[in-house]
């Protein structure tokens, strides 16, 4: 009689219980192939905002995209628009205000520069792998 392998399972790890429109700001920033995705929970941190949406493109085009697509998908699925937008004649840094959370589209260099998770350590973190 052979000895059976033990297979290890590997729990998967709950989603998030984030508002729909933060969920939505995450799924159009991944549709676009952004890098490194997180949310910052500030609720408890004492932010002027409830969340940060993080994350990274690899160019400014990818960066003016990624904007472009949170801003259509928030206002299709959620019928939200920006309060204030800021950064896109550059595309380095491009934010998008919604009042209860802030999507932060940063280019690599910014994002190390201006380190935002770091200032926030405090805040609830949730990351997001990239999707295939």
Request: with cysteine; proline share 4%.
């Amino acid at each position: 009689m052979k000895p059976t392998k033990r297979v290890a399972t590997r729990k998967r790890a709950a989603a998030p219980k984030l508002p729909k429109s933060v969920m939505g700001a995450v799924h159009a920033v991944q549709d676009k192939k952004a890098v490194a995705v997180v949310v910052l929970d500030l609720r408890k941190a004492g932010g002027f905002t409830d969340y940060f949406v993080i994350c990274t493109g690899t160019n400014p085009r990818q960066i003016t995209a990624i904007a472009d697509s949170v801003e259509e998908r928030l206002r299709v699925d959620f019928g939200e628009r920006p309060h204030l937008t800021e950064g896109v004649e550059k595309s380095q840094w491009i934010l998008l205000d919604y009042f209860n959370f802030v999507v932060h589209i940063f280019s690599r260099e910014c994002r190390d520069f201006y380190e935002l998770e770091r200032l926030w350590g405090n805040a609830e973190r949730h990351e997001f792998s990239e999707q295939a």
